[in-house]
């Protein structure tokens, strides 16, 4: 059994910064992208921003030059570190991971956490 667990959301001022963090736990082969999605009241899950285990990264044209995402390998962690935030930036946001274990290590399975509220309010 793997699973993702989440922490750092919480009720942040327009400007202001938050970092979320995410764990991988269980019997883990290997991980090869872990990201970030987030669902705003109403609208479709979207992709936030996503980080390869060679290091290659890919950010939601919304959240460039503001969010900085960064994973330990070793730890099978992934961190957001989302500056400037702004009311739009208000949503439950998910950490994802594609892995394999080790009962089934030639099999990619898709895990997301439980989620974590972000809220951006004056």
């Known amino acids: 059994q793997v699973q993702l667990v989440e922490s750092g959301g919480g009720l942040v001022q327009p400007g202001g910064s938050l970092r979320l963090s995410c764990a991988a736990s269980g019997s883990i082969f290997s991980i090869n992208t872990m990201g970030w999605y987030r669902q705003a009241p109403g609208k479709q899950r979207e992709l936030v921003a996503a980080?390869?285990?060679?290091?290659?990264?890919n950010y939601a044209q919304s959240v460039k030059g503001r969010f900085t995402i960064s994973r330990d390998n070793a730890k099978n962690t992934v961190d957001l570190q989302m500056n400037s935030l702004q009311p739009e930036d208000t949503a439950v946001y998910y950490c994802?991971?594609?892995?394999?274990?080790?009962?089934?290590?030639?099999?990619?399975?898709?895990?997301w956490g439980q989620g974590t509220l972000v809220t951006v309010s004056s």
């Open positions: 980080i390869t285990s060679g290091g290659s990264i």
């Open positions: 994802n991971a594609d892995l394999s274990m080790i009962i089934a290590p030639w099999r990619l399975v898709e895990i």
